[in-house]
């Protein structure tokens, strides 16, 4: 990092899941790499040599269905790449191991595409735009949109 934190940011998700192994296959694919294993009941997964930005575990959930919709809890964790090459690549890899997208926009501000993890859990992965190029009102308010985005053109650019 160059320069220190300035202020909070969000430092990891743990999920709960239902079958260990095949939840760090899933996010393995998302470029995370087991950093701590805890057995055969939970993980957490880096990136870039960070401790872990997820964790996951089955100490109150294995074998469990995914949760129920229409109740509070996790919308979607948002992954974020460093750039549109990046992020095309792995949406290659989630393709073809057989995930299906769920959505995708264009949210002026970034690039994202949707897709649930194999416990249910939303996944966001997205893209920033370079601040300069954000779109803004006439005040100079962030104008932040939810615009069809391109997949075949973003999977081009791999």
């Known amino acids: 990092m160059d320069k220190p934190l300035d202020g909070p940011r969000i430092g990891h998700v743990h999920l709960k899941v239902a079958d260990l192994e095949r939840a ?14 805890y057995g055969p ?14 964790g ?3 100490w ?6 995914p949760a129920p919709g229409g109740f509070a809890g996790l919308y979607h964790l948002a992954v974020l790449y460093p750039d549109r090459h990046a992020l095309a690549q792995v949406l290659g890899r989630v393709l073809a191991a ?3 997208l769920e959505g995708a926009a264009d949210h002026g501000v970034s690039e994202a595409v949707y897709l649930r993890d194999p416990d249910g859990n939303g996944v966001e992965l997205y893209c920033d735009r370079a601040p300069e190029d954000w779109p803004r009102d006439a005040a100079g308010a962030l104008k932040m949109g939810n615009a069809w985005l391109d997949v075949a053109a973003l999977l081009a650019d791999r």
């Open 24 to 37: 760090i296959a899933f996010y393995h694919l998302l470029g995370f790499e087991i950093t701590q294993r």
């Open 41 to 54: 009941q939970a993980a957490f997964m880096g990136a870039d040599g960070y401790h872990h930005h997820i």
């Open 56 to 58: 996951l575990n089955t």
């Open 60 to 65: 109150e959930s294995k074998g469990a269905g």
């Open 98 to 100: 057989g995930h299906e």
